[in-house]
């Protein structure tokens, strides 16, 4: 569970976790298990996450089974969490064959988790992406939210400035999710509201004719079930190859 400030925040109510930096990049090469990881945190609890920066890469080239992955946090799990006036600018790469959940700011909620005013941003202009996931599994990614699990996650005045890829081979035929904010939500009180994707966001999905289902969505890619949404804004690109496309 690798991280670049704490690898594992467990319940606490009085935790504040702020104004803290992760420079240094984030590497998980491992074959065992679930991973986790994060550019401030890999797995996380309960607790307040406000003012922290990322701007180290975060890569996994392996694992055992599920695959969390976040700028900020990886996962946010038992407890419902708050995550504000974050910022990542690291990059973020996945290539391996389990089933990813990848976000700019968080990779999966498993609990209603809170993500306010925080950014995913590109260091260099010339970054080929500053999200991209390459799997033969299902893939839910997003530029600030990969996947909540039937939580009622409420996401609201966060920035997508990034470049958000999510390719599958031609073997796979698997679903895939890519989204400018959200990969994929899936509740029915869950709420995205006022986010906003930049000019030089784009939301670039790779996909093939096999997939049971590949979407890509200037705001979100998959929204299974959902309460509210309203009030976004994208500027960005969406381009997709032998996909459905929707521009949620």
């Given at each position: ?29 491992s074959?065992?298990g ?38 900020i ?8 969490s ?9 990059q ?8 990813p ?33 390459q799997?033969?599994h299902?893939v ?8 909540n699990?039937?939580k ?12 958000v ?9 698997n679903?895939?999710c ?30 093939n ?8 969505g ?12 309203s009030g ?17």
């Open positions: 569970r690798p991280a670049g400030i704490i690898s594992v925040v467990n319940e606490s109510d009085k935790l504040l976790l702020s104004g803290c930096y992760n420079k240094g990049k984030i590497l998980n090469t074959s065992e679930t991973v986790f990881a994060g550019g401030i945190v890999a797995y996380l609890i309960k607790a307040n996450i406000i003012g922290c920066h990322n701007e180290g890469m975060v890569e996994v080239t392996n694992g055992g089974g599920a695959i969390k992955i976040g700028g946090v990886g996962a946010d799990n038992a407890t419902a708050t995550i504000s006036d974050c910022v990542n600018r690291g973020i790469l996945y290539s391996h064959s389990q089933q959940y990848i976000g700019g700011i968080l990779g999966y909620a498993g609990v209603p988790t809170k993500i306010s005013d925080c950014a995913n941003e590109m260091a260099d202009a010339g970054w080929a992406y500053s999200v991209k996931c799997s033969t299902k839910m990614m997003g530029g600030i939210l990969g996947f699990e039937a009622d996650v409420e996401v609201s005045g966060c920035t997508n400035n990034g470049i890829v999510g390719e599958h081979p031609s073997s796979s035929t679903y895939i890519v989204g400018g904010i959200c990969g994929r939500i899936n509740a029915a009180s869950a709420k995205v509201t006022n986010n906003t994707c930049g000019t030089s966001s784009h939301v670039k999905l790779i996909a004719t096999a997939n049971q289902l590949a979407v890509a200037g705001i979100i890619g998959g929204a299974h079930t959902v309460g509210v949404i976004n804004i994208n500027n960005g690109k969406v381009t997709a190859t032998n996909a459905s496309t929707t521009k949620a």
